[in-house]
């Protein structure tokens, strides 16, 4: 099985701009679509981005299009997430995460999560 591991969070000024990284070992991190998403204090895990094996297709929370990019790298077995124009409501935790199905939106059809990492974008 694969093994996620987010890093690249952190405190930033609203307007910045933050790139997350979601480091895969165990498996080529080609075998799979790959997702992140965010939690927020008392709130619900959501979708944020998703993107394709191959890196072709790539879908976005409305919250987030226009703003986020994500990527992937399956040479380095690494995926982005490059976030532009920060807000105060996209603090969070995000997790990475890795499905052997199709790309999806929905948090249950992903298997794999990294453990996450902090972002937190002040006002």
């Known amino acids: 099985q694969v093994q996620l591991v987010e890093s690249g969070g952190g405190l930033v000024q609203a307007g910045g701009s933050l790139r997350l990284s979601c480091a895969a070992s165990?498996?080529?991190?080609?075998?799979?679509?790959m997702g992140w998403f965010r939690q927020a204090p008392g709130k619900e895990r959501e979708f944020v981005a998703a993107?394709?094996?191959?890196?072709?297709?790539?879908y976005y929370a409305d919250s987030v299009k226009g703003r986020f990019t994500i990527s992937r790298d399956n040479a380095k077995n690494t995926m982005y997430l490059q976030m532009n124009a920060l807000k105060p409501e996209d603090t969070a935790v995000y997790y990475c995460?890795?499905?052997?199905?199709?790309?999806?939106?929905?948090?249950?059809?992903?298997?794999?999560w990294g453990q996450g990492t902090q972002v937190t974008v002040s006002s």
């Open positions: 995460a890795a499905t052997t199905g199709q790309i999806s939106v929905r948090s249950y059809d992903y298997d794999y």
């Open positions: 165990g498996r080529p991190v080609s075998n799979y679509a």
């Open positions: 993107i394709r094996r191959t890196a072709g297709s790539t």
